[in-house]
């Protein structure tokens, strides 16, 4: 399934590649702990994680990420999306508030012509509020952590944006 909302990014760190897999390894914890940055796994391979929070957020993102060796260090390929559960169940609450904006006025229109107007409204309001509120969702719980996430890797691999 393709990932509701994606975010990839390139970041460059004067660390090798060793170095950057110890500063990782240092921030990553493989059991719930908030006493480390990140919660996931390191490998050879590249590295799979979360940020570490102390609060419920089912829009964290998960981050996988590659290292490879670059002219002055290392180059970090970032990759961050909704786990899986989480982007499936937002494509049906936004599939299905779309197919409501459709039939809303629909329906809102009948109401009106029955004479029940603040029924036709509040009928057609709410699958706006849905696709809004799903949207808002999207945006203030996914891609918020999205910048702390990369501001705190950036912070751990001491590196920045490539250009």
């Known amino acids: 399934m393709r990932a509701l909302v994606q975010h990839t990014c390139v970041l460059d760190s004067p660390l090798s590649i060793a170095e950057a897999r110890e500063a990782l390894h240092s921030a990553v914890s493989e059991v719930s702990s908030t006493s480390r940055l990140f919660l ?8 799979r ?3 570490s929070i102390s609060y419920t957020n089912s829009f964290i993102p998960v981050i996988t990420g590659a ?3 670059s002219d002055h260090g290392s180059q970090v390929t970032i990759s961050m999306k909704m786990h899986g559960l989480v982007s499936l ?3 049906i609450w ?3 508030a779309k197919v ?3 039939l809303g006025p629909i329906g809102a229109l009948v109401m009106y012509d029955e004479g029940n107007y603040h029924g036709a409204i509040i009928f057609a309001a709410i699958p706006i509020a849905l696709y809004v509120g799903g949207r808002a969702m ?10 702390k996430a990369k501001l705190l890797l950036a912070q751990v691999l001491k590196a ?3 250009q």
């Open 40 to 47: 996931g796994e390191v490998s050879d391979a590249g590295f």
């Open 49 to 51: 994680i979360v940020r």
């Open 67 to 69: 290292l490879a060796e």
């Open 89 to 91: 169940f937002m494509t």
């Open 94 to 96: 936004l599939g299905f």
């Open 100 to 102: 409501f904006l459709v």
């Open 138 to 147: 999207l945006s203030f719980g996914f891609w918020r952590e999205v910048k």
């Open 160 to 162: 920045q944006d490539a």
